[in-house]
T-cell receptor, first 113, second 114 residues
Framework: NAGVTQTPKFQVLKTGQSMTLQCAQD?????MYWYRQDPGMGLRLIYY???????DKGEVPNGYNVSRLNKREFSLRLESAAPSQTSVYFC????????????FGQGTRLTVV | QKEVEQDPGPLSVPEGAIVSLNCTYS??????FMWYRQYSRKGPELLMY????GNKEDGRFTAQVDKSSKYISLFIRDSQPSDSATYLC??????????????FGKGTLLTVNP
């Protein structure tokens, strides 16, 4: 039982390149989330999906897009990476947006040069 | 004033010490309070979860919530080197559109020295 799996674990991009961060959960959770974690800033919500077929902006959505591919998978896309997007990205899932608590993946360390 | 304030530390204690970690908050709508532990280069993992005011104990860990003071605490008794990690407080309301969102503190880095 893997929980929340993120790929890749590490990535280096050049400014302007695009990439997609993948997240999959095997806990049959309905809600999924993308956070970024920066030194001195804590965890900030980028986008979330309360249920399959829905997505909504969080606190810092600019420069990102998301896709809830199915109940298990929630991807985060950077269309044109910028150095300000250098961060550690965490995916999380919950039973529902109202119930249960968040389980986090191991993170993707992204550096944009 | 930020919604959730947490002293980032770092906090360094000897093995066996009692550790007190704290957060204050400004949003009176917060009803659910959580503590996450995050080891270096790992994702946060849920440590304690409480609803509304009161205490909750789990082994060496005790979580306290004082809603009148908008103050939450995590106590670690008989601290061990394996407790060395960053501790994040998090909280959310009970209902409404913002129910989806956890608000996190910035985390306190704790080191327990053998």
């Amino acid at each position: 039982n893997a929980g929340v799996t993120q790929t890749p674990k590490f990535q280096v991009l050049k400014t302007g390149q695009s990439m997609t961060l993948q997240c999959a959960q095997d806990m049959n959770h309905n809600s999924m989330y993308w956070y970024r974690q920066d030194p001195g800033m804590g965890l900030r919500l980028i986008y979330y999906s309360a249920s399959e077929g829905t997505t909504d902006k969080g606190e810092v959505p600019n420069g990102y897009n998301v896709s809830r591919l199915n109940k298990r998978e929630f991807s985060l896309r950077l269309e044109s990476a910028a150095p300000s997007q250098t961060s550690v990205y965490f995916c999380a899932s919950k039973w529902t947006s109202e119930q249960g608590e968040a389980f986090f993946g191991q993170g993707t360390r992204l550096t944009v040069v | 004033q930020k919604e959730v304030e947490q002293d980032p530390g770092p906090l360094s204690v000897p093995e066996g010490a009692i550790v007190s970690l704290n957060c204050t908050y400004s949003n009176s709508a917060f009803q659910y309070f959580m503590w996450y532990r995050q080891y270096s280069r790992k994702g946060p993992e849920l440590l304690m979860y409480t609803y509304s005011s009161g205490n909750k104990e789990d082994g060496r860990f005790t979580a306290q919530v004082d809603k009148s003071s908008k103050y939450i605490s995590l106590f670690i008794r008989d601290s061990q080197p394996s407790d060395s990690a960053t501790y994040l407080c998090a909280m959310r309301p009970n209902s409404g559109g913002s129910n989806y969102k956890l608000t996190f503190g910035k985390g306190t880095l704790l080191t327990v020295n053998p």
